[in-house]
């Protein structure tokens, strides 16, 4: 595994900000990192960076100890924090040999010519960062996080005040480097992480609430199917519950909620039954529960 964190812990005062959490992602893996405001997410990514010390619990990146052997364990890592640190009065590939000096990298021409053109910077490299649109600096802050080729990168709301076209050269960009590395994102648009994510953890109040792919978490959280029909002309909809497994149905507009369980596939049984009634059936369609009423229903337990 890339990534190892035994549980793991934060406490200020008398506020417990991180409390126990534990979770492992390895290499070739996006994992999304979730939970409302206050909920402790940008707190454990400080932890997995070394820039808080753990009140207990361990970090471990491709084998060191965050704590026991910090430099080792930072040279794996490539942070962008959702401030991202650029010095605006610089122009890009003068601050990539900064950052390449800092990280003592050798060849750091053939590098930071193969990261320019990796994250798409070729047209602005000879620009002033402060003279860049937030898509491109979000750019110049990914290759800073790249520039040492950590195996693992963790990044805070990295597709936060992009425009749709950013969103989508960003999203691509993303997915591409999620297919060598640990890669671990926290970020407040849901699709993004719906489009992007394997894995999603979800934190609320310091606590481990959820560690799971999204589809499964879809099954876990609600045990039945919600099956939306329409119909042309009126019917006797409740008389749908005379089909074995149907648990409740429901009015929504001009369409039927019909509810049964994950267990078993009714579409075949409501299709025959609404034939033998003379229903004119002209839509059936499969509700599939969002990212966001998942984050919605675990966050509010």
Known sequence: MSLVVDN???????????????????????????????????????????????TSGTVVVSGYDIVNDKISAQKEIGY???????YLDMYVREYL????????????????????EQTG????????????????????????????DPSVLIMDEPTSGLDMNQLVDI???????????TLMFSSHIMQEVQALCDRVIIINDGNLVADDPIQKLKEEIDENYELLLKFEGGVDDQKLLQI?????????????????SKKMDLRPAIFRFCAAHEWV????KLQDDSIENIFHKITSK
């Open 281 to 284: 059936l002209i839509e059936m």
């Open 244 to 260: 074995e497994g149907v648990t409740e149905v429901n009015r929504q507009g001009e369409h039927v909620i019909v509810r049964y």
């Open 121 to 148: 910077l070729e047209k602005e490299q000879h620009k002033l960062i402060g003279q860049l649109s937030k898509g491109y600096k979000q750019r110049v802050g990914l290759a800073q996080a790249l520039i040492h």
């Open 171 to 181: 999203r691509t960009l993303i997915k591409n480097l999620g297919k060598e590395k």
């Open 80 to 86: 962008l924090p959702e401030s991202n640190p650029l």
């Open 97 to 116: 040999y900064f950052v390449a000096d800092i990280h003592q990298i050798k060849n750091k021409k053939n590098r930071i010519s193969d990261l320019i």
């Open 8 to 54: 793991l812990t934060k406490v200020f005062g008398s506020q417990v900000a991180v409390n126990h959490i534990s979770f492992t992602a390895r290499p070739g893996e996006i994992l999304g990192f979730l939970g409302p405001n206050g909920a402790g997410k940008s707190t454990t990514m400080k932890m997995i960076c070394g820039y808080h010390t753990p």
